[in-house]
């Protein structure tokens, strides 16, 4: 059976990089399996497994948090997000980098209350930890 | 005697000091070689990226996204990347002043400045600058997330698609060599789109949903990486240049040290020369 090259990438690292059958993933329409010689297609897929076939029929699953599918008669590649996109999550983090900017410039004087912002924001921090892998699960 | 005693005591604090310093010199060279690998991962992400970017804005010419579109610069964002930690030799400092000329020259054309600072020196530099950060991130460690990082950029892009900033800068140093890190600062938005011709492919993609919503989604992502790499190579830098600052300062204990033997051998053999000449002194007078 022909194969295809497919590049799985994150801004982080490069996941997977080899010659495959088939790439099976969720696209942001549908189900999405990918032989050689598929059309060019360029769409989003959603978080879940993405699974590659390899040369002799072997199979591997890769899970990924979201991204893009871009095909082209050589080559598929997979740009992965490194996290769960999800908006109010997006939002959060948003909230979280001007708060901080934020303690930052009011206790640019008293060292005093800004350990304790350290603290509480600390705990914030680890909340949206908690929350992310919740939803990951 | 005294003296002597001193002058040990001296030598043994230095050589105490020479010993942290190389082992942080080892330990920053290590960490260096494994930013630098890492610099490489996301390299091939942010060029897949730009390269669909740039194939779906050619094939698209009717739709003119927003990150792309240049307008009238009243006021700019500025996203400045420090590094955590000290002891890396001129490095934040360089990037700093080359930013405060960057600055001047702006605010003399009378244009608004928003900063996002990301490592805690840059957030020391802007309490005694001043100035209006909007955004922050520190404490990202060696391995940093993009997660870390997604919530600043997004208050920048918001900003942007709100039209209240209408540049977005990034300041950072940029890794030539061990030997060199150049500071940088370069735009980020309006995403200079770059009209090559080998990128007008004969065929064209099939989009779901489609190409517009697509490219914003890219291009969202394509500056969260352009930023992340920044970061990585940041901490590239910053390892080098504690490297080098640690090394200076390994050798500059161990001539120190050196000098202060000299003395030392120069006193102890004084005090061996005086009590002797007593000795002789004391025998001849017998």
């Not at chain 1, 990438?9 to 189900?31: K, N």
């Not at chain 2, 938005?189 to 007008?200: I, Q, V």
Request: aromatic share 6%.
């Amino acid at each position: 059976m022909s194969t295809i090259l497919c590049n799985i990438v994150s801004a982080e690292s490069e996941i997977f990089s080899g010659q495959v059958e088939m790439v099976v993933a969720t696209g942001t329409l549908g189900e999405l399996g990918i032989t050689p010689g598929h059309s060019q297609l360029l769409t989003g897929i959603k978080a879940g497994p993405v699974k590659v076939i390899l040369e002799g029929g072997e199979e591997k699953v890769f899970f990924l948090s979201g991204g893009f599918i871009e095909v082209q008669p050589d080559a598929v590649t997979l740009l992965s997000d490194v996290a769960e996109r999800a908006e109010d999550i997006d939002e959060a983090e948003a909230e979280r980098a001007r708060e901080l900017a934020e303690r930052a410039r009011d206790n640019a004087s008293s060292d005093v209350d800004f350990s304790k912002a350290k603290a509480e924001l600390a705990e914030v921090a680890a909340r949206l930890q908690t929350l992310r892998k919740m939803r990951k699960k | 005697m005294a003296n002597t005693k001193e002058i040990r005591k001296q030598i043994s604090s230095i050589s105490n000091t020479q010993k942290i310093t190389s082992a942080m010199e080892m330990v920053a060279s290590s960490k260096m070689r494994k930013t630098q690998d890492r610099m490489e991962m996301g390299r091939p992400y942010a060029d897949r990226m730009l390269s669909v970017i740039g194939h779906l804005a050619n094939s698209n010419p009717e739709y003119k996204p927003l990150y792309m579109t240049e307008r009238e610069t009243k006021n700019i964002g500025i996203i400045v990347v420090s590094s955590d930690k000290g002891l890396c030799g001129g490095l934040n400092i360089n990037l700093f002043r080359s930013l405060v000329g960057f600055l001047k020259e702006q605010a003399d054309q009378g244009i608004g400045q928003q900063f996002c600072s990301v490592g805690t020196k840059a957030k020391v530099f802007f309490n005694s600058y001043g100035g209006n950060v909007v955004a922050a991130a520190e404490k990202l460690g060696d391995v940093p997330a993009l997660e870390d990082l997604i919530g600043s950029i997004k208050i920048l892009l918001e900003k942007f698609e709100a039209g209240e900033i209408d540049k977005v800068y990034l300041a950072s140093n940029k890794f030539e060599n061990t030997m060199t890190q150049q500071p940088e600062i370069k735009q980020l938005l309006p995403l200079l789109a770059e009209d090559t011709p080998e990128l007008k492919h004969r065929w064209d993609y099939i989009y779901e949903p489609d190409a517009k919503e697509l490219l914003d989604g890219l291009m969202q992502r394509y500056i969260e990486s352009l930023v992340y790499q920044a970061v990585i190579e940041n901490i590239a830098c910053e390892q080098a240049a504690k490297m080098i600052a640690m090394k200076n300062a390994t050798e500059n204990a161990g001539t120190l040290i050196d000098e202060l033997q000299l003395i030392y051998n120069n006193a102890r053999q004084a005090a061996i020369t005086q009590e002797l000449s007593e000795i002789v002194g004391g025998a001849a007078a017998l």
